[in-house]
């Protein structure tokens, strides 16, 4: 392979990957500009891969077509893809299954029926923070929980920037966490560790920041006070607590989805919530929303595989390893890279997905953990999409709100407390698993008897 990469295309190899950005980010600030309804949905995606995959099949003539069409193929449909992919659609599944018996409506009502009067920004925030964690989605989250922030606003006489701004945070807190969140599955797939592993590691990360978000909400936010029926059933929440549970106790997160969409099943039927046909439908209908992201982390794997192919993935190594001589430098590099390109590309499940693979390879270079890598690019990919005035997200809740996206960041602790937590462990080489910690003692002594010498 060494051999191979001295007659490879270096940097150019990337072309293909940005012509993708180039088609899909330029035709969305067109659109954006031109005040269409959706506007990064008026060039699809999948089209924009098609025409990179295109690119990287005709680029390198060193090579036959036949043998670089039969590279993309073995990367996009490598096991590790597939399982991803296996993952994304038993997530929507169980969203579907879940929300089909009740199950988010019951998780809403049951944070808001204990929310203290002098607690109800912060309580809103816990809300949405487990809700997006049960769920698995930010944009579901919010899309639950802005009415109701907008609603007691409303009727509590408070600043409804501050109330969508928990919500948002707390939408993010449980995108970065939940074991059903694609960016977590991406995150964990692309580098090869444990759900698990990969919570633990950004749970300490996230809870400071929260807390500190909790007590800046409890000062800053008012009184008030939530009416109308809350009634939930506590059965219709027992599904999302044991799929949480089995996954962080280490069990197959294909078994445990699996078990999570029966058990809905089970519920939904017990009460009467839901038939078995309509049941059927909700397990199809949550598929199908996560089939869109499945084809694209299938087509870009394909593209990432035949950029390696061609010798980017070592020269994009070589040039930031060049630059970067330290550990924490290079945990700083993967962090702006994920972050970057969640800003892009307004989408930060395809930042991780891109992201993955090149994180991988620095990782295994400077003897990062998979978990550390895992947890750096989630929660720059999440934290800095957060903060993107033009995130989805975002538009669904100035929508609602009727308040400008420069309201609500002026409320958005959560993502940067969270983002500023990360720099001080980058800063300090916190969280440092005992194999790096050793690595570390041996390289400092490796540099010092050189030094001597």
Known sequence: MAADNKKGLGGISFLPLFIFLGLYIGSGVFFSIKGSASPFNQFPRHVALFIAIGVAVLMNKNKKIDDKIEVFSK?????GVMIMGLIYLLAGGFSGAAKSMGGVESVVNLGLTFIPSTFIVPGIFLISCFIATAMGTSMGTMAAMAPIA??????????????????????????????????TISATRGVGCEMKDKFRMNFLIAIPAALITIVLYTI??????????????FIKVVPYLLVLAGALAGGNVVLVLMGGIVLCGIVGLATGSVGFLPFIKAIGGGMEDMMGIT??????????????????IEWLIEKITSKVKTRSGAEYGIGILAGSLAAALVNNTVAIIISAPIAKEIGSKYHIAPKRLASLIDIFACGTLALCPHDGGM????????????????????PVFLILATL?????????????????????EHHESITEV
């Open 75 to 79: 990367n996009a449909g490598s096991s």
């Open 150 to 183: 907008v609603g007691v606003a409303a009727k509590s006489n408070m600043d409804v920037a501050i109330t969508l701004a928990a919500v948002m945070g707390g939408a993010y807190f449980g995108d970065n966490l939940s074991i059903l969140s694609d960016t």
């Open 220 to 233: 800053l936010g008012k009184a008030g006070e939530i009416e109308g029926d809350l009634t939930f059933h």
């Open 295 to 312: 084809i694209v982390a299938i087509l870009i794997a394909g593209i990432i595989g035949v950029i390696k192919e061609n010798g980017g």
């Open 395 to 414: 538009l669904i809740m100035t929508g609602m709100g009727h308040v400008s996206p420069l309201d609500i960041l002026k409320f958005a602790y959560y």
């Open 424 to 444: 001080v462990t980058i800063k300090f080489g916190l969280l440092r698993t005992s194999e790096e910690k050793e690595f570390a003692r041996v390289a400092k």
